[in-house]
């Protein structure tokens, strides 16, 4: 299967093009709702961040609070780092493994809808990158 990076900046219309190929039938995994599902209630990378941040982070239902977290790593290098060490493998591992479902399931055409491609040197791993900007 042909898997295709879709990328571009904050509140360009990468959604919208995402949609416009999921419209017509493209299969489109999005990095954003991976990063998202990896620390649902129950999971090992809720459970890490937990371990690593400490319980505050999550709301009074057990959920991640992602505005709590952010206010705690995003003034912090070494904590964005540490949170980045737990969180992208796992979004990585999951992302492929959404995008072989797709192959197995007989698509031949994918795309892969996350930011920063460029920036972060992953853009090689496609043989095509769609940039939305506005």
Do not use: W
Request: contains cysteine; neutral net charge.
């Amino acid at each position: 299967m042909e898997v295709i990076g879709l990328t571009g900046g904050i509140a360009c219309g990468k959604t919208a093009v995402a949609r416009a190929f999921a419209a017509r039938g493209v299969p489109v995994v999005d990095a954003d709702q991976v990063a998202r599902d990896v620390v649902l209630p129950g999971t090992d990378g809720l459970a890490a961040v937990v371990e690593a941040f400490g319980s505050e982070v999550l709301d009074g239902a057990g959920a991640l609070d992602r505005k709590r977290l952010g206010q705690r790593v995003f003034g912090d290098r070494e904590a964005r780092r540490r949170l980045e060490e737990i969180l992208h493998p796992r979004i990585g591992a999951e992302s492929f493994a959404r995008l072989a479902a797709l192959g197995a399931a007989g698509h031949g055409f994918a795309l892969y809808d996350a930011a920063l491609l460029v920036e972060n040197g992953s853009h090689r791993n496609f043989p095509g990158l769609i940039v939305v900007t506005s």
